[in-house]
């Protein structure tokens, strides 16, 4: 039987790997599955590994590939001088008379299909080995856009058989023991997406740092989207949540980050289609490239995919320009959270302080502390130190020699999914990209702490700066009868904890994400003209750039923020304490000055309840409230409880509840259920009655401590006194305990006196408490001690 030189993708699917590579089997899958689902795949067809091998034979070159990847393995022959050999054997060959007839007539019908004669199409090299689960193989051959005309296309996929032998697909090949003779090289032919006139970028169906499996995540950016794969641009990242798609009215985008996108790659028409770069307009920087319903259709897609799959995957998109239609051009398996234990992981933490030099988006989670080299052109990779750290404007294909060598990366441009974070990930070498001014700031040979273990931000710090790293292993974890649930502050961080095995996050702290994500006092916002400080006012207007009514930057960022706490562990409970910042602390918020009282005692002052209905902050109040009705309303995480801090009366609660009704979020309406931080001692002496108004209690042991023994929480020289252990403090827990089962409500703790003392933890287990909430880096030891008085406890 003859050899078949070409096939269209619907007529080949994953079993089909040998014959086409795994980027074609891949868009025949798609093509031929996935239609149905809604997934759009440009049409097209690829050439066949026969198609190589008839190649290879009739121009009779694979006794002279062979010798030259000898002479490099033998030492004789250097890898440029063997690569350029290698390719100069195909670019010097001609095609069969059957393998370019084939691929002429396979475009004409395309170009029948299309309507037109000679449409323009994408070259795509699919190599037979690609894409394995342990291999990402990013980068190592070439791709032709706005290929036109029979020449033109047989040119190209001439180009794409010489790509096989680039300098890093030798390299990543020997450096993966793959045996350079048993892979063959597909060539995919897809109608081009007219991307230059749109958008286009990468997506993971999962977060590709943590492996946290609810979210897609969507780099974009205008034109090609070779900018955003080899990281020349800054893209626009979004965050989808997976498992809420499928409800109506909801819209689960946990984030929408606007990218620099300071240049696109589109045609030049006076170049015979090739590309070129050009600066983007102010407005188009400024906006963003996918609407929401673009973002969701994307997020759908992923989860088809991804199911369809089987397994995590790591994908590309375009947008045409002309049509407004999204397609899917490209998927493979993700190949670095595929490789991990999910029972096994490492935790790095940074415990000294120094300055901090540049900040960027964290790749991976681990601390490195080394030197700076400074690479800032191609041609001078061999000035690279090995074990040091390259920094760099961005990276391609042709640095993954020396991205092995390094310590750690820092690139100026690209986001989470250029090809400097993907290929970064694979070698498990910690990185920040899109810095902005790594080159310029860093000096080379300077000694940096390189730390990406504090969330979605990383940070470059000047000296050498401790850190500890610790080995978790949740294979012999027991399990409780008590809830244990974790303490998230950082809705940057949530996602790195999300293989613990926690019921909940018991407390997410609102005022950390006002503080670090929003730095602006919701009441400057609603009355800026009372704020005198004319920094104040430039910075505040600088965070709102962008927002018509600058109150709705307060209600999104939080909005966000909470979500993103919410959906680590969702569909368990996330019970988000409401603002409880001290007076002092609001006022160094931008603008808070004009609204904060000077106290002799904020601890004991104009603190929790008693704002959110005082006409000092009422308004205040609204915002946090429209962000927490559309956490749970519009981004659809209902698993939200919204917690009340330090109300001190009965009176205040009932105040308290009507303001939140007023803004729609009355206790029961969407099944909202209401806790109140039991911190206080009428909190306890009047239980009965507030578990009337509320539906649980969690102790603050911190404040109940400070009041029952009338000790200064903050006050060193009386820190031998504040013991939550004291049997004053422990009568009163015991009671709460008692009054709110009797109630019918529940009720936890999430202070850290159960991580810091085993013993109190035994003390809570015997009283029966609900559930106790934990630092994540505390909840492992603590989880064993709350097993442990289980069992003493006959509980277990």
């Not at 609204?595 to 946090?624: I, V």
């Not at 979020?665 to 806790?675: A, I, N, S």
Request: charged share 25%; hydrophobic share 40%; aromatic share 8%.
């Amino acid at each position: 039987m003859a050899p078949e030189h070409v096939v269209w993708f619907e007529g080949v699917g994953m079993g089909d790997v040998g014959r086409v590579g795994g980027k074609n089997a891949s868009l025949g899958e798609m093509t031929r599955a996935l239609g149905s689902s809604g997934v759009r795949v440009p049409e097209g067809f690829a050439t066949t590994a026969d198609a190589y091998r008839a190649f290879v034979a009739d121009n009779g070159i694979e006794d002279a590939l062979r010798a030259l990847v000898g002479g490099y393995r033998a030492g004789t022959t250097t890898l440029r001088a063997a690569g350029e050999g290698l390719r100069a054997l195909f670019l010097g060959g001609t095609f069969p008379e059957a393998t370019a007839g084939a691929i002429r007539s396979a475009y004409r019908e395309l170009g029948r299909r299309a309507g037109a004669p000679d449409p323009p199409v994408a070259v795509r090299s699919s190599a037979t080995a690609e894409d394995l689960p342990d291999a990402s193989f990013a980068g190592q051959q070439e791709t032709f856009l706005n290929v036109r005309g029979e020449d033109d296309l047989l040119d190209a996929c001439r180009r794409c058989f010489a790509s096989l032998f680039t300098d890093r697909a030798i390299s990543y090949r020997e450096a993966k023991d793959f045996d350079h003779f048993s892979i063959a090289l597909s060539i995919g032919v897809q109608r081009m997406v007219r991307a230059d006139v749109g958008a286009s970028g990468v997506m993971f169906s999962i977060d590709p740092d943590t492996g946290f499996p609810g979210t897609a995540v969507i780099s974009g950016a205008w034109g090609l989207g070779e900018t955003v794969v080899q990281g020349s641009v800054d893209p626009d990242k979004y965050v989808v949540f997976k498992p809420l798609l499928g409800r109506p009215w909801v819209v689960p985008i946990l984030e929408r980050s606007i990218g620099a996108k300071n240049v696109k790659m589109v045609y030049d028409a006076d170049a015979g289609g090739a590309t070129r770069l050009v600066e983007t307009t102010d407005a188009e920087r400024r906006a963003a490239v996918l609407s929401d319903d673009e973002i969701l259709e994307l997020g759908r897609w992923a989860v088809v995919v991804e199911r369809h799959y089987g397994r995590p995957m790591d994908m590309e998109w375009a947008k045409d320009g002309t049509t407004g239609a999204l397609f899917m051009v490209q998927a493979r398996p993700e190949t670095v959270q595929a490789r991990r234990d999910g029972l096994r992981f490492t935790v790095h933490r940074l415990t000294g302080t120094g300055d901090r030099l540049v900040s960027g988006s964290a790749v991976g989670d681990a601390i490195v502390v080394a030197q700076v080299c400074v690479v800032r052109h191609p041609r001078d990779i061999e000035d690279f130190r090995d074990g040091s750290i390259l920094v760099t404007e961005m990276t391609d294909p042709d640095w993954v020699p020396v991205m092995r060598r390094a310590a750690g990366i820092v690139t100026e441009h690209g986001g989470p999914t250029s090809h400097a974070a993907i290929v970064s990930r694979e070698l498990g070498v910690p990185a920040l990209v899109g810095t902005g001014t790594a080159t310029r700031v860093l000096a080379d040979g300077s000694t940096v702490t390189l730390s990406c273990a504090e969330g979605d931000v990383g940070h470059v710090y000047a000296g050498a700066l401790a850190f500890e790293t610790e080995e978790i292993d949740l294979g012999d974890l027991p399990a409780t009868r008590t809830d244990v649930m974790v303490n998230i502050a950082s809705p940057a961080a949530a996602f790195r904890w999300w293989r613990l095995p926690a019921a909940g996050v018991g407390l997410a702290r609102m005022e950390f994400i006002i503080n670090n994500l929003i730095k602006i006092h919701p009441m400057a916002l609603v009355h800026p003209e009372r704020v005198a400080d004319p920094e104040d006012l430039r910075r505040i207007a600088e965070l709102t750039a962008g927002y018509a009514d600058p109150r709705e930057y307060f209600v999104e960022r939080l909005a966000l923020g909470i979500a993103k706490l919410a959906a680590a562990y969702h569909p368990h409970p996330a019970i988000v304490r409401l603002s409880d910042f001290k007076t002092n602390e609001y006022a160094h918020l931008l603008g808070g000055a004009a609204f904060e009282p000077h106290e002799e005692n904020p601890m004991l002052g104009f603190r929790g309840a008693s704002r959110y209905y005082d006409p000092r902050y009422r308004e205040g109040f609204g915002l946090e409230c429209r962000a927490l009705r559309a956490v749970r309303e519009r981004l659809g995480f209902d698993n939200v409880v919204v917690m009340v801090p330090f109300c001190r009366t009965t009176a205040e609660a009932d105040r308290v509840l009507g303001v939140m009704a007023e803004h729609g979020l009355e206790r029961g309406r969407h099944g909202l259920r209401v806790y109140m931080m039991c911190e206080v001692p009428s909190n306890v002496v009047l239980a009965t009655e507030f578990a009337r108004r509320f539906d649980g209690f969690s102790i603050g042991s911190n404040d109940l401590t400070q009041l029952v023994l009338g000790v200064d929480r903050d006050a060193g020289d009386l820190a031998a006194l504040f013991d939550e252990r004291d049997e004053a403090v422990k009568r009163m827990i015991a009671e709460a305990i008692r009054k709110a089962h009797a109630a019918g409500i529940k009720i936890g703790i999430c202070g850290q006196g159960p991580s810091n003392h085993p013993d109190f933890a035994r003390f809570l287990v015997g009283e029966g408490i609900d559930s106790i909430s934990l630092n994540p880096d505390s909840f492992l030891r603590t989880v064993r001690h709350i097993a442990a008085a289980e069992g003493a406890a006959g509980r277990g």
